[in-house]
């Protein structure tokens, strides 16, 4: 989704990361790789854990997975299993 940012602001998608690292950890891995869309910290994993990313608050990383939430917070699709290269093709055709 990096590379395709065009894409997603086209679609009027709205890109938001969460991860169990800190600020910083954050703020250093979207530097370095270039990553334009905001992280969120989950470092007590209540996001990891709501979301079906983490079974308990003791897990080292969150599963890769997605969710799809309209303007009034609804939950659209889920996505359990996300392959990066194909995932934005998937949501968008989705999402038709």
Known sequence: MRDRQSETEAAGLE??????????????FAEKFDF???????????IGMAYAAARSADEGYARRISYV?????????????????????RILS???
């Open 36 to 46: 334009p869309f905001r992280l969120l910290c989950d470092t007590d994993r209540s």
């Open 69 to 89: 939430i309209d303007e009034d917070g609804k939950v659209l699709l889920v996505y359990k299993k996300v392959d990066p290269k194909e995932h934005l093709d």
């Open 94 to 96: 989705d999402l038709r």
């Open 15 to 28: 890109v938001l990361g969460v991860s169990f690292d800190s600020v910083d950890e954050n703020r250093a």
